[in-house]
């Protein structure tokens, strides 16, 4: 397995772990899980293009840069990842903040298309 499969089998399971948290109602728990798949799945992508880089912002800018801006994926993705991280990041450090159910169901249902287009654009040859 190269470390590009790995990243997407990583992402795979980090959206099983936000589907139980989400079941088990924990909300902040979930929305962390879902950022990762988007990320795991995101840097997999880049990770074929030959990319690869030490911050969630620098994935978050090369995603939109490299792939989104060329029209490799649609812009929406990179929307959504950019949200997931938003509210991951409202989850994990806005301590007075209550991140509720229903914003992190419709992450869930965006990281688990996002990981899905991530699958089949890796399926492909590498542009």
């Known amino acids: 397995m190269n470390s590009s499969q790995a990243l997407l089998s990583r992402a795979k399971v980090t959206l ?3 589907r139980v948290l989400l079941e088990a109602g ?8 879902c950022y990762y798949a988007m990320f795991y799945a995101a840097s997999a992508l880049l990770k074929q293009l030959g990319l690869e880089f030490s911050s969630h912002h620098a994935v978050l800018a090369a995603f939109g840069k490299e792939l989104a801006r060329t029209g490799k994926v649609d812009a929406r993705y990179h929307r959504m990842l950019l949200q997931a991280f938003e509210l ?3 989850a994990d ?14 992450a ?13 654009l890796s ?4 542009r």
Do not use: N, W
Not at 26 to 33: Q, V
Not at 108 to 120: C, I, L, N, R
């Open 16 to 18: 099983k772990e936000a």
């Open 26 to 33: 924990l909300a902040a728990g979930a929305a962390d899980r």
């Open 88 to 90: 991951c990041q409202k």
């Open 93 to 106: 450090y806005d301590y007075e903040a209550k991140v509720g159910m229903e914003p992190v169901r419709a």
């Open 108 to 120: 869930f249902e965006k990281a688990t298309d996002f990981v899905s287009m991530a699958q089949k």
């Open 123 to 126: 399926r492909r040859k590498p």
